[in-house]
């Protein structure tokens, strides 16, 4: 299994004010999943950006104590950490911006800022937040110009989908209000709230984006393997790629994809004992993490499933598996499980969380203006993932 790979040369270096990211490969932000334990191992795979849960703006300003330990880089984030924010309020989220940016909450100042407008959870979008929230496209402008003048030299990025539903489309405005308050880049995802994970992303509207803005359009949507990226370059016009779901279970996906980016048709197919390497290795950076073996291992066991579609294994070490307690007992597991090859049939299925589309839950009254600038009450109270 080969995880040093050339430099990206097939698709340019994507460039974030002074910020460079190459291979154009960011890790997208996942609640309960792209914490310090997994951003570190997909950067031992491979270059690129790797940004932290999703931070809610209200949380860090009240400087609630989870919140606080959220927004803390690990030691080899020194010079790329990337903060993903969730909020509606302007001012909010000019604070929290300044907040890290002055390095007032963390130990390292930020070198990427993110601003999450694309989640499409109810709990969230019935508040005004995540992807309802670019329809009301006055109090997007102003949210995200707050950012960046918050943020001075770091720069702020916006993400998004497609709109609330087919007949309420908002990504060509959010993507032209974002660049004109000075958004250094912009992630679209390929489907509309509504559609949460369901179905299949659609990427006309991505490259019908790329044709609108200047500022670089990146693509999130059903990228299963390194090929899926390459194809969504090709299609579309993107600057680079943002992979969420993909990477359950397979944090050498950012490996895959240095390689296709620079143009090598070397792929990743680790089979069982190496497979079993590096779940261990999750594990352990988990227990460093969280500083408690059980509770590390606890955290751990959401993982169990991802690594291990596919590939045979029983019942009973499936069940044991996802209720290990120890390191130990989990290479013990892991050691009695017979080598086998990596499953093929697997790739380029989905992974991670699948829904079915549903009507989006939106505040009474939220469609009717458009150009109302204010903020949807209690919204940024909320803690949630995107």
């Known amino acids: ?12 270096a994507l460039q974030l004010g002074k910020l460079t990211v190459d291979p154009a490969v960011v890790l997208a932000p996942m609640a309960g999943i792209t914490g310090p334990a997994f951003r570190t191992l997909c950067r031992e795979f491979g270059a690129g950006l790797y940004v932290c849960e999703m931070i809610t703006t209200r949380a860090l300003v009240e400087r609630n104590e989870k919140t ?8 080899d984030e020194a010079d790329a950490f990337s903060v993903q924010l969730y909020g509606v309020d302007p001012a909010t989220v000019g604070r929290a911006v300044s907040m890290l940016v002055d390095e007032q909450v963390a130990g390292t100042r930020p070198a990427h800022i993110d601003l999450n407008f694309g989640c499409p959870v109810p709990k969230v979008t019935r ?3 995540g992807s309802a929230l670019p329809w009301r496209r006055v109090l997007f402008g102003n949210i995200v110009r707050a950012a960046v003048q918050a943020a001075g030299d770091v720069p702020v990025t916006v993400k998004t989908r497609i709109g609330i539903d087919p007949e309420h489309t908002t990504y060509l405005d959010a993507g032209r209000i974002a660049q004109d308050a000075g958004a250094a880049a912009i992630t679209l995802h390929g489907r509309t709230a509504d559609q949460l994970y369901s179905g299949t992303a659609d990427w006309a509207p991505i490259a019908r984006l790329v044709e609108t803005v200047d500022i670089p359009v990146l693509g999130n949507g059903d990228l299963w393997e390194a090929d899926d990226a390459l194809r969504m370059v090709a299609e579309t016009g993107c600057a680079g ?16 994809l240095a390689a296709a980016f620079a143009g090598s048709t070397q792929r990743t197919l680790p089979d069982f004992r190496q497979v079993a390497a590096v779940m261990h290795r ?36 499936r069940r ?26 697997v790739l380029g299925e989905p992974r991670g969380r699948t829904t079915s589309a549903r009507p989006v839950s939106l505040p009474e009254g939220w469609l009717d203006d458009r150009d109302d600038p204010r903020p949807p009450a209690g919204a940024e109270l909320l803690v949630g993932g995107g």
Do not use: N
């Open 1 to 12: 299994m080969t995880s040093t790979l050339e430099r990206a040369t097939a698709l340019p």
């Open 68 to 75: 606080l330990r959220m927004v803390q880089a690990t030691t």
């Open 127 to 129: 508040k005004g937040g």
């Open 241 to 256: 790629v943002v992979v969420g779901r993909g990477c359950l279970g397979r944090p050498w996906l950012f490996a895959d």
């Open 282 to 317: 999750h594990a352990t950076l988990l227990v460093a993490e969280h500083g408690e073996e059980a509770y590390g291992c606890a955290d751990f066991r959401k993982h169990v499933a991802w690594y291990l579609k596919g590939f045979a294994v029983g019942s009973d070490t």
């Open 320 to 345: 044991a598996l996802a209720m290990v307690s120890s390191l130990d007992e989990l290479a013990e597991l892991l050691a009695g499980i017979e080598d086998q090859p990596y499953p093929q049939t």
